[in-house]
């Protein structure tokens, strides 16, 4: 059974960081591109980044450039986001999902989501 489940998320300061994780089962990170969402209160859920199979291509939405850095590590089967200066818009719950098809940052191109862990900048 494919799952994928989120872990990391917090409070932290303005400024601050925090590291997610994306633990993927019942299926193989080489095979699947994987991609970290975010959906603040009240708004859609947005891409942040996505890595292709076997990680040969990283993209980022332009709210995240220069300040998230996506990563995998293949043995563990997880993709961690690491999220540093972060700024009180980035509040969201945080979701990975995975497709076989592609990659991008489209929600309709990923048929398989985590449950979400909530991330909230605040002083």
């Known amino acids: 059974q494919l799952q994928l489940v989120e872990s990391g998320g917090g409070l932290v300061q303005p400024g601050g960081s925090l590291r997610l994780s994306c633990t993927v089962s019942g299926f193989s990170l080489d095979s699947w591109t994987i991609a970290w969402f975010r959906q603040a209160p009240g708004k859609e859920r947005v891409g942040v980044a996505c890595?292709?199979?076997?990680?040969?291509?990283?993209l980022y939405s332009e709210a995240v450039k220069g300040r998230f850095t996506l990563s995998r590590a293949r043995y563990e089967n997880t993709v961690y986001l690491q999220m540093d200066r972060l700024k009180p818009e980035d509040t969201a719950v945080y979701y990975c999902a995975a497709t076989y098809r592609g990659d991008g940052l489209e929600p309709d191109l990923y048929p398989h989501w985590g449950q979400g862990t909530q991330v909230t900048v605040s002083s």
């Open positions: 890595t292709n199979s076997y990680g040969t291509n990283i």
